[in-house]
């Protein structure tokens, strides 16, 4: 059995988030990302494949580059043949880009140093054909002011504050690289707001509680003193409204340096 790690891309827009779900909803079938990879799999070896992720994005969140892996029980196979084999298998909204053999002990859940993900914001409004994929916002925000606020959010830091009700975590305390809000060129749109976040993991819509609340505190001219008050409180009624689902990428998973646990 060879340990196999694939890099995936998917438009998030038509699934129920990465995880498998076995239960139906409302009588109707749940369509995730991991699902649609674990059939394509069961195609190639003729038998049922667990994938494990490096983790799990919610209904109509995006990835660039998820890391997800399996074992394969094909010793002869090109490892770089499961690229164009499953993406012969899968819908059109999902992408295999990689693939790589790894050592049996990797899992591209416990292995990952870190996940970077992308929020893309528009002031202006976007063309069809990307709307879907960033926040339309409305006005102008002070970037400044944003950076000022994302400032804080660096080291080990307890996050309660932005987590959604229901995350089953054993704790809410994350270890965060980086937070910041810089402008880039999205074609055909031109200049977008993208907020940029790094940390070893994330709790359930972490992401876009804090890009919600950035954004709403900036509208509000509160600083980086009222943002500061905000996550020291680890009130979740303190926070703005939560980011929608579309703006958001998950953007890299690494696999360098130490992990570490929080």
């Not at 919610?58 to 002869?76: E, L």
């Not at 140093?113 to 002031?123: E, Q, V």
């Not at 006005?139 to 000022?148: F, G, K, V």
């Not at 001219?221 to 409180?233: A, H, P, V």
């Amino acid at each position: 059995m060879r340990n196999i790690l694939l890099s995936v891309s998917y438009d998030g827009t038509n699934f129920c988030g990465w995880q498998r779900q076995d239960k139906s909803q409302n009588g109707l079938s749940v369509r995730t990302v991991q699902a649609e990879l674990e059939k394509a799999l069961e195609k190639i070896h003729k038998a049922k494949t667990a994938l494990q992720g490096s983790g799990r994005t919610d209904s109509g969140v995006h990835a660039i580059n998820q890391a997800a892996n399996f074992f394969s029980p094909f010793d002869s196979m090109p490892v770089k043949n499961y690229v164009t084999a499953l993406n012969g298998l899968l819908p059109k909204d999902i992408r295999i880009l990689d693939a790589q053999e790894k050592p049996n002990d990797f899992s591209s859940r416990f292995s990952a140093t870190s996940r970077t993900y992308r929020y893309f914001i528009c002031s202006e409004i976007p063309v069809a054909n990307v709307a879907p994929y960033v926040w339309n916002i409305h006005h102008t925000p002070n970037i400044d002011n944003l950076n000022s606020m994302a400032s804080i959010l660096k080291g080990e830091i307890d996050c309660a504050t932005f987590t959604a009700s229901g995350d089953e975590s054993l704790s809410t305390k994350r270890f965060l690289m980086k937070a910041h809000f810089f402008y880039d060129t999205l074609f055909p749109v031109g200049k977008v707001l993208v907020f940029e976040i790094q940390a070893n993991a994330f709790l359930w819509k972490m992401v876009r509680s804090i890009t919600g609340t950035l954004i709403e505190f900036d509208r509000n001219k509160k600083d980086i003193n009222d943002f500061r008050e905000c996550l020291e409180s680890h009130e979740r009624k303190n926070v703005g409204a939560t980011a929608p689902a579309n703006g958001l990428f998950l953007w890299d998973v690494s696999f360098e340096g130490k992990r570490v646990h929080v």
